[in-house]
């Protein structure tokens, strides 16, 4: 079933996130799609995150849909103008890529390229949604006119606790029909941001998926809470991963990433997870999916939510 389809049939998704690799080779993204298919919806494909070259988004993308996982091609701003932009998103509807994630991109100043690239930015985040959403009307950015369509089914990023309501609503116009958020460690403190944006009607029918992480020590959470706008990590959080390290820390990650979904569950409006875990992506998707009790492995179905 289609992303778009599980969304507005109201099942809580599950999306996960697979960053290409520096290396061209096919095989690490096509034995972590394998490890993860049946066990989500869709999964994210990273476009040179944290301003770092890597192989193609587009490319991997591909390899995804070999082994039959869905993917959600992140399309950044950064690096390309509005003409390799279109091209690409051409060229990924011609290959099987349904759904986008824009964004704008991470800025340079944290990767290895920022004497070299250029921050093109022809358009920002708004600006890619307008594009793809006159890409999806039949016409591109010059008045071109596409005599097949695309039909791309587009997210919009949200940052908890940090983007007004007027940035969401902004996205929404501009031709977001989900979103994807940051990560969330302290759900009280979301959903208490969040409560407002869904009873209100702001969101107008329009899904969140939330950002979930699996920490592997209390240095990355330090890092994330000091430097990462709109991540905030509790004490108790900080208090679980403590003093610990190497499998003992993921353990307690993927406890701490599960516990975290079961509270989101429970939050009025969240339409599903998006699980990140960079550096063991394969192995922390399948543990905090089966530690949740998001999805039974071997039936394929949903599990019904405690409680």
Known sequence: MALRDILAAGTFAVTAELSPPLDPVAAPVRQAAEA???LVDAANVTDNQAATTK????AASTWLMEKGVTPILQVTTRDRNI????SDLLGAWALGVRNVLALSGDPLKVGKYADMATDVKDVDALGLLRLIRRLNQGELAAGETLTTPTDFFVA???NPLVDPAQRIEDKIRAGARFFQTNIVFDVPRFAEWFAPLAAGGVL???PVIVGVMPPRSTRALEHMHRNIPGVEVDDATFARLAGLSGADAKAAGVSVAADVIKGLRAVPG???VHIMAPGWEAEAITR???TAGLRDRNLGLWMTPAG
């Open 55 to 58: 192989v193609s988004p587009l």
């Open 156 to 158: 919009g990023a949200m």
């Open 288 to 290: 905090v999916v089966e």
């Open 204 to 206: 107008a029918g329009t």
């Open 270 to 272: 969240v339409a599903g």
């Open 36 to 38: 993860i298919a049946g």
């Open 83 to 86: 003409m390799a932009i279109q």
